[in-house]
């Protein structure tokens, strides 16, 4: 086999599978129909041309006895009046009319003849393309449902992956936001623990030292302040509630009061800052 008859070869199955790809098997069965009727017209119009012939004999026939009864009519009143060869003409003529009667019968059978079969083969035509119309609009009916079917499936098939890839982009999205959270708690902790020094505050340890003793400062003092309101309400309560006289109890309160003086510390200065 030569090269051009390869690459020919080729170049058909090719052009097959784009054919067969560009083809719509509803637009075949549609054309396929159309050609069916094209030659069920072709047939019908056999028919009409078969019965026409035989129609044209019948009338050259229904002339031709015609004149065959006028010759034979001339014959008979030739003889009445003593022409016989002029009878005998016409009595040729006559013979030769019935010759052409005789071959138009012929004809005339032939094609009627021919008509019945071109007939036959109309009304079985007709059957055929009846049958094959049905059975058309049945196959389209089925591929377009099939078509529909397929295309929900390529769909459902679709809508199947974008869920899965949904799904992934989801859970690769939750695994960043626990990373990052994770980061970022790590991070404070380090922070918190001074493992890593906050660039963004800006005290150093010294400050961090001294202001954590200015809140232990501050703490004593809300608490000594505390103790004193707490003792002062004490004191009035018992001097309020006794019923023995108030010299007697003035004399208890006094030690009282000297004692919680005592207990109580005494207020401390706050610390200066110290400028970092």
């Given at each position: 086999?030569?090269?051009?008859?390869?690459?020919?070869?080729?170049?058909?199955?090719?052009?097959?599978?784009?054919?067969?790809?560009?083809?719509?098997?509803?637009?075949?069965?549609?054309?396929?129909?159309?050609?069916?009727?094209?030659?069920?017209?072709?047939?019908?119009?056999?028919?009409?041309?078969?019965?026409?012939?035989?129609?044209?004999?019948?009338?050259?026939?229904?002339?031709?006895?015609?004149?065959?009864?006028?010759?034979?009519?001339?014959?008979?009143?030739?003889?009445?009046?003593?022409?016989?060869?002029?009878?005998?003409?016409?009595?040729?003529?006559?013979?030769?009319?019935?010759?052409?009667?005789?071959?138009?019968?012929?004809?005339?059978?032939?094609?009627?003849?021919?008509?019945?079969?071109?007939?036959?083969?109309?009304?079985?035509?007709?059957?055929?393309?009846?049958?094959?119309?049905?059975?058309?609009?049945?196959?389209?009916?089925?591929?377009?449902?099939?078509?529909?079917?397929?295309?929900?499936?390529?769909?459902?098939?679709?809508?199947?992956?974008?869920?899965s890839d949904a799904g992934m982009a989801m859970q690769r999205a939750q695994d960043k936001i626990a990373a990052m959270q994770a980061r970022a708690g790590a991070l404070d902790e380090l922070l918190a623990s001074g493992a890593l020094t906050d660039l963004t505050s800006d005290t150093d340890d010294i400050q961090a030292q001294l202001d954590k003793v200015a809140n232990a400062s501050q703490v004593d003092q809300e608490l000594a302040q505390l103790k004193a309101e707490v003792g002062a309400g004490s004191a009035g309560a018992l001097a309020a509630g006794g019923s023995g006289g108030g010299a007697e109890h003035d004399a208890g309160a006094e030690p009282v009061a000297a004692e919680q003086a005592e207990a109580a510390p005494a207020p401390q200065t706050e610390h200066p800052e110290v400028s970092s």
């Open positions: 086999m030569g090269v051009f008859q390869r690459l020919a070869n080729i170049f058909r199955a090719k052009a097959n599978k784009v054919l067969d790809r560009a083809e719509d098997p509803r637009d075949t069965l549609d054309l396929s129909y159309e050609k069916q009727l094209e030659n069920l017209q072709k047939v019908r119009r056999s028919v009409a041309e078969v019965a026409t012939a035989k129609k044209r004999i019948e009338m050259q026939a229904a002339q031709l006895q015609q004149q065959g009864a006028k010759l034979q009519s001339q014959a008979r009143a030739a003889l009445g009046q003593g022409n016989e060869d002029l009878a005998r003409e016409a009595l040729s003529r006559r013979a030769a009319i019935a010759a052409e009667l005789a071959d138009l019968e012929t004809q005339h059978t032939q094609i009627a003849s021919q008509q019945d079969k071109l007939t036959e083969t109309l009304q079985r035509l007709q059957g055929q393309v009846e049958q094959f119309r049905t059975r058309k609009e049945t196959m389209k009916a089925s591929y377009t449902a099939a078509e529909a079917q397929s295309k929900i499936g390529e769909a459902t098939a679709g809508i199947g992956r974008s869920m």
